[in-house]
């Protein structure tokens, strides 16, 4: 009977550590993209996420593609923010 309560508690606590744990979860998510008439498009993005300690982490990213209409190749360029 010991052994069994034993290794029923060994078990939960196992299982219950890794909902303890746990991982980020995303709160909200706002994309937009938009193209100006020169060609450039324009990407932002905001992201709200809960992290395993109940704090908010806010990440805001830009990503601008400019077309090079002299040499044919595409000018990226991508800015991340936290």
């Known amino acids: 009977m010991r052994r069994a309560l034993v290794c029923t ?5 196992l299982g219950l550590g ?3 744990l746990g ?3 995303t709160v909200s998510k706002h994309s937009e993209t ?3 008439s020169d060609g ?5 993005e905001e992201k709200v ?5 109940g704090t908010l982490t806010k990440t805001q ?4 593609d400019k077309p090079n209409k002299d040499s044919g190749s595409d000018v ?4 991340d923010t936290k």
Not at 61 to 64: G, H, P, T
């Open 23 to 25: 991982c980020e979860d």
């Open 49 to 53: 996420t809960r992290n395993p300690d």
């Open 18 to 20: 890794g909902l303890m």
């Open 9 to 13: 508690v060994t078990a939960l606590s």
């Open 40 to 44: 450039t498009t324009v990407k932002k």
């Open 61 to 64: 990213s830009v990503d601008v």
């Open 76 to 79: 990226k360029i991508k800015v």
């Open 34 to 36: 938009k193209t100006n």
